[in-house]
């Protein structure tokens, strides 16, 4: 048995409403419900929220919402792993236990459920701990600059004329969702270090959505892929 958590915490304050804002016509929390449903991998679909609209707009888009959370994992220093260790709980009290889990951040339109798919697949052919989608950076950390005594200088001078090609390849998170092994999540205390696989996006599809001109350079990346068929 598998379970899609959504984590949609209320209160955001540089968007507000973020989690249920119109984007691209529809509430952006739909797209992460969407996918997890259409990619036919979860006996479970739910939202972690404490927030009664946001939990509304979730049950129309086909999740479930069991639950809220607690006083604890709704303020502004609550983790993502704090949030999950409390969802896992209140499942296990309702006597439900799962295999694998997913976590799918609610600003995350361009998770698909061929995407989530192949990350199922991945953690099940390589036995993963966990699943992460990864970007490369489209410019090299080793050659960036820093300020200093107000004048840039490389942080560090021996890259300052190596070609990018002969420059190891650095990746960061995409920001969109991760796959876990439960029983390994839960003995790890939801920090997971070893045997984590990742799955490489394009920088088209990936997109933070911290401000509003996040949110509109990530609409209108969206509209392309629509535009070229590639969602």
Not at 136 to 163: G, T
Not at 214 to 221: F, R, S
């Amino acid at each position: 048995m598998n379970i899609a958590i959504i984590t949609a915490r209320g209160g955001s304050k540089r968007i507000p409403k973020k989690n249920i804002k119109e984007f691209c016509g529809r509430p952006i929390i739909e797209y992460s419900i969407d996918a997890a449903l259409r990619s036919e991998l979860f006996d479970e679909v739910m939202v972690s929220t404490d927030d009664k609209e946001i939990a509304e707009v979730a049950i129309r888009c086909g999740a479930n919402v069991p639950f809220y959370r607690s006083e604890k994992t709704s303020d502004d220093y609550a983790s993502t792993k704090d949030v999950l260790l409390e969802v896992i709980k209140e499942y296990q009290h309702m006597g439900k236990d799962y295999e694998y889990m997913a976590c799918i951040y609610p600003t995350a339109p361009f998770v698909t459920s061929k995407k989530l798919n192949e990350a199922f697949n991945m953690m099940v052919e390589r036995e993963a701990n966990m699943v992460i989608p990864v970007v490369k950076f489209s410019f090299p950390p080793q050659r960036a600059y820093v300020i200093d005594d107000n004048c840039l200088k490389y942080k560090w001078e021996e890259n300052r004329d190596k070609r990018s090609q002969d420059l190891e390849s650095f990746y960061h998170d995409a920001g969109q969702f991760y796959f876990y092994e439960m029983n390994k999540y839960i003995e790890d205390d939801g920090v997971i270090i070893d045997n984590v696989v990742p799955l490489l996006l394009s920088e088209t599809e990936v997109q933070d959505i911290d401000n509003e001109s996040d949110w509109l350079i990530a609409e209108m990346k969206y509209n392309l892929m629509k535009e070229r068929n590639t969602l």
